[in-house]
C-alpha cells in the first residue's frame, strides 16, 4: 500500500532554536515555527506508550499521534483506533516504521513526524534511538537510556551529533508534587540542602508483577533493578543537590525473599498458584493480583499487561495457565535484587541515603526527608510539609495532580516535551542528554560498588 503522504507534516523547528542545520542536513523541507499539533510516532504500544499518547487524545490542539509501529495485533489496533491513525502509517516494527520514513524523506522530502515516542523494552532503547536520531527525529526515549555504561554514551553522542530534543524517562522530576518540592529545594530558601533520605516503596505485589514474573525479572534481559526501577530517584536525587556532583557511593542489597528457599512449606511442589494449597494466603497469588481485581471490572494496570488487548476472564485466565504471570514468585528464574540500599556523597558534602524495597505496602509513592541548614521537608509524593527553623513554622501544601501514573509526572513529561519540539527549546526539559548521562552513571556506580563490595565513583 503506498504511503499517505499528505498526512505527514514537513519538519518544524523555531526560529533560532539551535537546530538549523539539522533540516539542512537532511535536504528537508523547512516549514517555519508554527501552532500546528507537533506530530509523534509512537514505538511500542504498550503500558508506556500508550501512557505518553493518552496526552494526544486529552490535547489534540497540542499534538497528534500519526504513526504507530507496535507487534501485537490487538494492542496495535487500539492504539490506532483511538488516535485515528491512517492505515499506511501503521507498522508492526520500529524498524518498518524507519524504513517508511527513509522512503518519504527521499520522495517527498518529508519524516513521517516531528518526533518519536521510544516505548520499547531496555535492551531496544539504543538501537532505535541511534536510527531515529539519525534521520533528525525529536526523541521522547523510555528510562532507562540504556543497559550499559558504553551504549549510554553512545546515545548522548548520538543525540548530541543530531541536534535534536531528547527527553527522558525521568517522569518524577515532571510531577506537580516533584516540581514543588525542587523549587524549594533550588531556591534555597531554607538554605543549603545538607542530607536528604529518599525511600522508593516498589510495592509487594508491583515487584512480583514487574520483577520476579515480568519483563524486568532477569537482568540478563533488561539490567538491574537499581537501573530499571530507580535510575529516575538517582536523577531526582542528583537534580536536587546540583551544582554538587556525586563523588562517592556505596551500596548493598540482594534477592533476599523472592527464591527457592522462601517458599512456604505449605505450598509444597505447587509451580502455578492454580495448583497452589497456600495460595489464598499467599500475597503474591496471580488470581488476586489479576483474576479477582478484573472480576471486578478492573482492567487497567497490571492485568492489562499481560494479554495482547482488552482483558477478559478467558485471555487472563489462559495467561495465568501458561505463562510466566501465573507462576510461583518462589518457583521463578528472577535474578535481580528485591531490596538495595545506596548511599551517595556529593562534591559539596552533602549526603544522600537512597532505598529501593520491593516489601511495601505502598506502591511507587516515595517518601522524602530533606534536611537544609535552616529547615526540613518532609513529603510522601502527595503532601509535603516545610518547617522554617528561624520562624519556627511549619507549612503544608498539597500540589494539585491532574491525574496519570507517576503524581502527575507522565503527563508533565510529555507536555514538557511537546512544548519543547514546538518551541524547539530543550531547557524547558530542564535537563538534557549530558545530564541524563550523569545519572545513569551514579546507578552504574553505585551497581558496582554493591557487586564489588567497596565504594565506587
Ligand atoms: N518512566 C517510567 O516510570 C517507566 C515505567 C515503566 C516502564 N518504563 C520503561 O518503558 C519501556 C516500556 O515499558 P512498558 O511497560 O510500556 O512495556 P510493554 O511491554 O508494555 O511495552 C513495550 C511494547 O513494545 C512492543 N515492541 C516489541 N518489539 C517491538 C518492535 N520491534 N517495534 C515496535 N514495538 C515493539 C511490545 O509488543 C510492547 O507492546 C521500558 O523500557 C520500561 O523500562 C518506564
Known amino acids: ?33 508554527s501552532n500546528e499539533p507537533v506530530t509523534l510516532a509512537i514505538v511500542g504500544c504498550g503500558s508506556r506508550g500508550k501512557a505518553y499518547s493518552a496526552y494526544a487524545i486529552g490535547e489534540p490542539t497540542k499534538c497528534k499521534v500519526v504513526a504507530v509501529a507496535e507487534p501485537r495485533p490487538k494492542t496495535r489496533k487500539l492504539m490506532t483506533e483511538a488516535h485515528l491513525v491512517d492505515k499506511t502509517l501503521t507498522f508492526e516494527s520500529w524498524q518498518d516504521l524507519l524504513k517508511a520514513s527513509e522512503e518519504t524523506v527521499k520522495t517527498v522530502g518529508k519524516r513521517l513526524a516531528d518526533a518519536v515516542i521510544i516505548a520499547v523494552q531496555d535492551r531496544m532503547h539504543l ?61 534555597r530558601e531554607l538554605g543549603q540542602l545538607v542530607n536528604v533520605v529518599h525511600v522508593e516503596p516498589v510495592g509487594y505485589f508491583h515487584y512480583a508483577h514487574s520483577y520476579v514474573r515480568g519483563n524486568w525479572s532477569k537482568e540478563e534481559e533488561c539490567s538491574f533493578s537499581l537501573m530499571t526501577k530507580s535510575c529516575h530517584d538517582i536523577d531526582l536525587l542528583c537534580h536536587w543537590l546540583s ?22 512449606r505449605e505450598a509444597g511442589d505447587a509451580k502455578r ?15 488476586k493480583i489479576y483474576l479477582e481485581p478484573l ?4 482492567i487497567g494496570w497490571p492485568v492489562a499487561t499481560i494479554v495482547d488487548g482488552i482483558p477478559d476472564i478467558e485471555n487472563v485466565t489462559s495467561a495465568l495457565q501458561h505463562g510466566s504471570y501465573g507462576r510461583c514468585v518462589y518457583e521463578h528464574d528472577n535474578n535481580v535484587c528485591d531490596n538495595q540500599v545506596v548511599n551517595l556523597e556529593f562534591s559539596n558534602g552533602a549526603t544522600v541515603s537512597f532505598t529501593m524495597i520491593a516489601q511495601t505496602e505502598r506502591i511507587c509513592e516515595r517518601q522524602s526527608r530533606l534536611h537544609f541548614s535552616h529547615g526540613e521537608i518532609i513529603g510522601d ?27 502527575g509526572g507522565d503527563i508533565g513529561l510529555i507536555r514538557t516535551f511537546v512544548e519543547a519540539v514546538r518551541t524547539g527549546q530543550q531547557e524547558l526539559l530542564g535537563t538534557n542528554v549530558s545530564e541524563v548521562l550523569k545519572s545513569h552513571l551514579t546507578v552504574f556506580a553505585a551497581e558496582q560498588s554493591r557487586r564489588m563490595g567497596r565504594c565506587g565513583l
Open 1 to 33: 500500500m503506498p504511503l499517505n503522504t499528505a498526512a505527514i507534516k514537513p519538519w518544524k523547528r523555531s526560529p533560532g532554536s539551535g537546530h538549523s542545520s539539522l533540516p539542512s542536513r537532511m535536504g528537508i523541507d523547512i516549514a517555519s515555527y
Open 127 to 187: 538501537e532505535v534511538t541511534l536510527a531515529f536520531a539519525e534521520q533528525g527525529y525529536h526523541i521522547l526515549c523510555e528510562k532507562p537510556m540504556a543497559t550499559s555504561i558504553e551504549d549510554c554514551i553512545k546515545m548522548e553522542a548520538a543525540v548530541k551529533k543530531a541536534n535534536i530534543i531528547f527527553g527522558m524517562g525521568h517522569v518524577l522530576r515532571y510531577s506537580p508534587y516533584n516540581k514543588a518540592v525542587s523549587e524549594f529545594v533550588l531556591s
Open 243 to 264: 551544582p554538587g556532583t556525586p563523588k562517592r557511593v556505596s551500596s548493598f542489597g540482594s534477592l533476599l525473599h523472592f527464591r527457592k528457599e522462601s517458599k512456604p
Open 273 to 287: 498458584c492454580f495448583d497452589c494449597a497456600y495460595e489464598r494466603t499467599c500475597p503474591y497469588s496471580a488470581k
Open 295 to 298: 472480576s471486578k471490572g478492573q
Open 381 to 407: 509524593m502527595n503532601t509535603f510539609t516545610v518547617t522554617d527553623f528561624r520562624t519556627g513554622k511549619t507549612t503544608h501544601h498539597a500540589p494539585k495532580s491532574e491525574g496519570g501514573n507517576h503524581g
